[in-house]
Structures are given as C-alpha cells and as structure tokens.
C-alpha cells in the first residue's frame, strides 16, 4: 500500500473541543468503504455494551443508506427524518429495543436530503445528540462510509472512532484513506482500528500490521488496535434472521471478541470523562 493508493473512499455533560461539543461516552463506528460489516459491527457493539450493563443509545448516522432497523426487524414510526423536517425533537424518535436492552434513533434509508443537509442543519442534529448523550452511559454512532462532511462533524462530537477494515486490498487501502484524510481534517488521534472477518486472531493482527506500517511510514500516525472480530458463518444466519448474534449466537468466536471490543469502548470513554473532568 503506497501514499498514492488512496481511493474514495453513567451520565456525562457535553465539552467543547475546538469550539464544536462534543461526548466523553460517544464512540463512532466508520469505515473506508462499505461492505465490510460496519453496520452489523455497531449493532453487536452496542448490545455487548447493553448486555455489560449499560445504558445505551445506538444513532443510525448512515444518513441516506440507514438500515440499523432493518438488520433488527424493526419498523420505526418514527425516525431521523421527522427531526429533520422539525417535526420532533431527537429525543422524541428514541424507541427501545427490548430483545438488546438498547435505545435506537432510526435513520432513513434513501432519503438524500439527509445525506446532503445543510451544514447548520447538520451541526444542530449534532447539537441535539452531544445533549441526548448526557442520559446515556454511552452511545454509539454507526456512521456512512467514507469521510464526507456528515462523518467528519459526527466523529468529531465523540471520544473515539472505531475504523472498520478487512483484509480485502480495497478495505485496507480505503481504511488508509480515511486516516490520512481524517489527519487532514485533525481527526488523527482518535482514530482506533477494528478488524472485521479475521481468519484468525493470527490473520486479524496480520491485517492490522499492514495498514499500521502504511499509516507510520508516510503519515507518521500510529493508530491504535481497538480488536478484531473474527469470521464466523453464524454472522450471516443472524443477520438473516434479523435477531442480534449475542441473542441468537452468543457463544461465537465473533461474539466473544465483540465483548472485547466493548471493554476497550468502556476504558475509552473512562478516561475520555477523566480528561473532561
């Protein structure tokens, strides 16, 4: 992978970084391109978090291409789109998921005024959401692929962003995208690194290596390892099934290497609090 290889690709108070609000307990969820189980990352993510004893808010911020509540079999009443059209506030779009033990704010798939809101529109959703996160222990943000300007603001307002990569060469090369060009846009260091589909924790830590060496050789940037989900053919069945895989498979490989990744989320927003103050 060379410089040239880039394609397209408990209850807290909100604190300003920047002069933009931002989250101690929020965790964006991103990746280079799509197809490499982002969604399917934020939604067993959360549930791990739910099932740590948490309380948690997953925010459908795949704007334009939201499918949060497909992959749950849920059929929102309401959902990002009556915020944007000020109809309701984001609060009053929050609807619990009793199967995960989790709240979601739904998005709304194929809507393109949602992925190309005005930028002050945009900063008062994010607004919203800095303020709704106070009522959370933590929440997590599934946001589009790529680094449009929907993503940036959004990964900017949390503690950390969870960048999710597979060993595919365009995964890989679009993950290096999306750090070089969130350096660019000073999101550099909080960027953490998920490997998704691992043949094995071998392979997994194999792929994180070969993005870290690009990373270090041509951004001087060190991103760190947040975990690895290895592949698991069960992945599919609950995706299938449209049921959570710690409901429907939670004696998995991927499943236990989620809850890892959850542990890693929590020690994140502890010591993102701790730097609030």
Do not use: W
């Not at 108070?13 to 490499?36: E, R």
């Not at 679009?174 to 071998?202: E, P, R, T």
């Amino acid at each position: 992978m060379s410089d040239t290889q880039t394609t397209s690709a408990k209850t807290t108070s909100p604190v300003s970084t920047g002069g933009a609000p931002s989250a101690p307990n929020m965790i964006a969820v991103a990746s280079g391109k799509g197809g490499v189980g982002k969604t399917f990352f934020s939604v067993t993510l959360t549930h791990a978090l739910a099932k740590a004893g948490k309380k948690v808010l997953l925010f459908d911020g795949d704007l334009g291409l939201a499918n949060v509540d497909v992959q749950l079999g849920l059929m929102p009443k309401r959902d990002l789109n009556d915020v944007i059209r000020g109809r309701l506030s984001l609060e009053k779009v929050v609807q619990h998921y009793e199967d995960g033990g989790f709240d979601i704010i739904a998005g709304r798939s194929g809507q393109a005024s949602l992925s190309a809101l005005p930028s002050q529109r945009l900063a008062f959703l994010r607004d919203q959401l800095v303020e709704l996160a106070s009522r959370y222990d933590a929440v997590v943000i599934d946001l589009g692929a790529g680094v449009d300007r929907t993503v940036r603001m959004l990964s900017a307002a949390a503690a950390r962003t969870l960048l999710v990569t597979t060993d595919e060469p365009t995964s890989l090369t679009d993950a290096y995208a999306f750090i070089k060009l969130g350096n660019a846009a000073g999101m550099s260091k909080k960027v953490s690194v998920v490997v998704n589909m691992a043949g094995s924790a071998a392979e997994g830590e194999k792929t994180y290596k070969t993005l870290l060496k690009a990373c270090e050789n041509f951004l001087r940037l060190s991103p760190p390892l947040a975990g690895m989900i290895r592949h698991d053919p069960r992945v599919k069945d609950t995706i299938r099934h449209q049921t959570p895989l710690l409901t429907r498979s939670p004696n998995t490989d991927a499943a236990e290497d989620a809850e890892k990744v959850a542990a890693y989320a929590l020690k994140v927003i502890a010591a993102a609090k701790k730097r609030a103050g």
